[in-house]
């Protein structure tokens, strides 16, 4: 019984009290003795057999280890005893956990002959797990129904249960094989190694499979697995149309397939469609339909960390600065983003971004330049900064940073792979152009103008992404200097 003494630290003290008050009303003559072994076990998890023979004094039989083992079982008894489908926070879980009971009340019925009971409970038990697709559970409840039935008196029924056990078995094959493609398409090194092309080809074959099977079945989970896999793609080949069209359905499914209705999964929904319409540079939908799905994720979870920069960002592009604000505060203040460099380097820049926002350029390059401890973590953070840095020092009309500041952004370009490099590469050739055309915004943009047009396109490998780094978009941001020169 070396899972003993983990599994007595695990016990809450309501189970401890119930134990140990078991213990002190039995009148069982080992009592006293595993009441011994479990108070020195919850004081001393680490003693060895030799030490815990000492410590109760114990001589004679029971042995040792039958003793250890009778206690394990003892605490598997009160924790039975205090189990409840409620400890589940999701609605699916309570139901395997109700299924679980059910069998267990049938097994119990069987062995005091009340037969016609039993099967009345494993009909119950099979109508949840048929309601929440509850497959596996499905297998064993027809197994103990085949058991049940007399097969010389109704051999029919028993047929029938062995034909549908069958079909539930090639359910869960085909549900096995759903899941090993859809992991597939969340494979990272799926998506690094080889060029665009031949990932999209990858992917789209991975959704073939997926939507024959949601054809060929009527499983939520199939048909769930399916829409994510879609979902992916679209934003792969950026077709934010067919991607709404989908995570629409998603969040439909999530909605009404009881199988499926798990608060993490509605979250998700939220997650997907926030995403799409911020792409799509529908921001308000984004932050409504953001807000209306947050509380489904835990409290201060990574989660909701997630839907708050989504938030935040569709507030920044709205120009609702104040609201952007309050938004990038809470995610501050949430402990998690301690443990996350990404998500907080994220935040400070968007905080950097407001500022920016209302014309605090000084500020904004002060809090830019406390973001340089993390531009080692990944390329495009380097590559935002610089981009975020230099639009800073043009404001402020410091150009004299500048070609020493462009040097080191030409320098973080070549660690960006295409196709994520040719925006960049792009925003560095205007720059540059401005320069030599002595910071004459009109001239540079006449210069460069198929450059910028590419920008302001925004197709292909020039697409700008309004969820990553590049938060205040930069041909937009160029536009509006060329305006503001043509006033004077």
Not at 135 to 156: C, D, F, G, P, V
Not at 160 to 181: C, F, G, P, Q, W
Not at 190 to 216: F, H, M, P, R, Y
Not at 408 to 431: C, G, Y
Request: net charge positive; with cysteine.
């Amino acid at each position: 019984m070396k899972n003993l003494p983990q599994l007595i630290q695990k016990l809450t003290t309501r189970e401890i009290n119930q134990l140990q008050r078991y213990y002190a009303t039995s009148s069982r003559k080992d009592s006293i003795l595993k009441n011994k072994l479990f108070d020195v076990l919850l004081q001393n998890p680490d003693l060895s057999d030799i030490e815990l023979g000492k410590a109760i004094k114990k001589n004679g039989t029971p042995s040792l280890p039958m003793l250890k083992k009778r206690v394990y079982q003892d605490i598997i008894g009160v924790l039975f005893l205090n189990d409840s489908e409620k400890k589940n926070r999701s609605e699916l879980h309570q139901k395997k956990y109700q299924v679980l009971m059910l069998m267990n009340e049938a097994e119990l019925l069987v062995t005091r002959a009340l037969h016609h009971q039993a099967i009345l409970t494993v009909n119950k038990a099979k109508r949840i797990a048929v309601k929440y697709e509850l497959t596996q559970e499905l297998t064993a409840i027809n197994e103990a129904l085949a058991n049940m039935s007399s097969t010389r008196r109704n051999i029919k029924h028993f047929e029938n249960v062995s034909k549908e056990t069958m079909r539930i078995i090639n359910l869960l094959k085909d549900e096995s094989i759903a899941t090993d493609y859809f992991r597939k398409v969340l494979n990272l090194d799926l998506l690094e190694k080889g060029d665009s092309k031949s990932v999209i080809k990858k992917a789209q074959k991975t959704n073939d499979v997926l939507a024959n099977l949601s054809k060929k079945t009527n499983s939520s989970r199939i048909k769930m697995y399916y829409l994510r896999s879609q979902i992916f793609y679209s934003h792969m080949i950026r077709d934010y149309e067919k991607g709404l069209k989908f995570a629409l359905e998603f969040s439909d499914l999530v909605h009404t397939s009881p199988a499926m209705s798990a608060k993490n999964n509605i979250g998700g929904s939220g997650i997907y469609l926030s995403n799409i319409y911020m792409l799509r540079g529908e921001y308000e939908k984004a932050v409504k339909c953001a807000k209306d799905h947050i509380n489904f994720f835990v409290k201060e979870s990574i989660n909701q960390l997630q839907m708050l920069e989504i938030i935040s960002i569709g507030y920044l592009h709205c120009n609702e600065i104040k609201l952007a604000q309050e938004e990038i505060n809470k995610g501050l203040s949430f402990k998690v983003i301690k443990r996350s460099k990404l998500f907080n380097f994220r935040f400070q820049l968007l905080q950097a971004c407001c500022l920016f926002k209302e014309k605090k350029f000084d500020d904004a390059l002060a809090l830019s330049q406390t973001l340089v401890k993390h531009l080692e973590s990944e390329p495009e953070i380097g590559v935002a900064f610089k981009i975020f840095e230099l639009q800073c020092i043009i404001e402020l009309g410091n150009y004299d940073w500048l070609d020493y500041r462009i040097e080191t952004f030409r320098k973080q370009l070549k660690d960006l792979k295409p196709p994520k490099n040719t925006r960049s590469k792009t925003i560095f050739k205007l720059i540059k152009t401005l320069v030599r055309e002595g910071y004459n915004f009109n001239k540079a943009s006449e210069k460069a103008a198929i450059e910028l047009q590419n920008l302001s396109d925004s197709k292909g490998d020039y697409f700008w992404d309004a969820l990553d780094y590049e938060y205040i978009r930069f041909d937009t941001w160029w536009k509006s200097k060329i305006k503001k020169r043509a006033e004077y």
